[in-house]
């Protein structure tokens, strides 16, 4: 087996789908796995000229290949349905090519509706907390319960292990500064959005050969706590760099680049490549700035920010080859 893993490395909404959509184009794989997260994620892809928003359904299935929900996601089966559905609209074909394995918890109305009266950590009341909680109490309910599901259902152990040969990507949602234990919490989400969370869908670590991390070239967030600072430049980010949610469209809160989050994310998923998106909205605002202990470092350019950046990347064994500064909506 051989497991290529899509992380991203602040909070979310980094254009992860746009990395996994290059990888699909450019290598082999035999599989897409979403190894976390629920519906509570938005992944806006371009394909073939045309818009979509998933939530659940990995980008696989735009390219025919296998497209798994795993048991690290938590899954809502009447939001699932839709997406079939809305993709089918869409001409994408998902027969036979969308699966859920079938020890994957589901989030019930119960969920969404407690989730709903959310008040403090500004989540996207998709469901997401209660449903995670209820697995971890022992009182949840599997995709193998629900009927509607029956058709959509695998053993992730035997369609990973009998098959033989499986080049798997591994689809994360959400991000580091966003994980249960290593975010800011209590202002998290309920999964573990590292690489650690992807392993534990079936991969053993042997299998990893690329672990591609997705930044920005600033931060967003969007929830419950305080994030951005006083500084007018946020809103024109945010403008030109179309920072509003996928899944609820709140405006996300803006800052500079932290690059101590970055350094911490980079270490603890064992990053081999790094794409750092959106240098196209950071050239329209022409302001390069970075967050560094606490203090915010300025630069004169574009060019003696990435400087910094490679070089900084380059002390934690990431090569510049590897390094990639995009500034284009569908490509890196
Ligand atoms: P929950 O995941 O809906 O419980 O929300 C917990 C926190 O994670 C909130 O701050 C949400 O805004 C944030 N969050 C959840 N999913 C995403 C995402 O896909 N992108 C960005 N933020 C997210
Ligand atoms: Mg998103």
């Known amino acids: 087996m051989i497991a290529d893993i899509v992380v991203d490395l602040q909070y979310g909404d980094c254009a992860k789908g746009k990395v996994t959509h290059h990888l699909l ?32 359904i990995p980008a696989g299935v735009f390219f025919g290949v296998k497209s798994i929900i795993g048991p690290g996601c938590v899954l809502d089966p009447r939001e699932f349905m839709k997406e079939i559905s809305e993709l089918k609209a869409g001409g994408i074909n998902t027969e036979g090519k969308v699966f859920i394995a079938e020890n994957t918890h589901v989030i019930t109305n119960a969920h969404k509706e407690e989730d709903g009266k959310d008040q403090k950590i500004g989540t996207t009341k998709r469901g997401n907390g209660p449903a995670y909680r209820d697995k971890y109490a022992r009182t949840g309910i599997r995709s193998e319960n629900i009927p509607e599901l029956k058709p959509y259902l695998i053993d992730l152990y035997k369609e990973f292990y009998e098959a033989g040969n499986a080049v798997i990507l591994c689809e994360g949602a959400q991000g580091f500064g966003l994980d249960i234990d290593w975010g800011d919490y209590p202002y998290v989400t309920s999964s573990h959005c590292t690489v650690g969370g992807a392993i534990q869908n079936g991969i053993p670590p042997k299998a990893v050969r690329n672990v591609w991390g997705v930044a920005k070239i600033y ?12 500084n007018p430049i946020f809103q024109k980010i945010r403008e030109i760099g179309e920072e509003y949610g996928a899944t609820t469209g709140r405006p996300r809160q803006c800052n500079w680049l932290n690059w101590n989050l970055l350094e911490k994310a980079v270490r603890i998923n064992g990053v081999t490549n790094v794409v750092l998106n959106k240098m196209d909205v950071l050239q329209k605002v022409n302001m390069w700035r970075v967050l560094k202990d606490g203090k915010e470092i300025e630069f004169s350019s574009e060019e003696k920010m990435k400087d910094f950046l490679t070089e900084k990347l380059g002390t934690l064994g990431i090569e510049s080859k590897n390094i990639y500064f995009s500034a284009h909506k569908d490509k890196i």
């Open 25 to 56: 184009k450019n290598s082999k794989y035999t599989h897409v796995l979403r190894y976390n997260g629920g519906c509570n994620a938005g992944h806006t892809i371009f394909h073939e000229g045309k818009k979509f928003i998933t939530h659940h």
């Open 219 to 230: 931060e967003t967030y969007v929830g419950g706590k305080k994030f951005e600072t006083e």
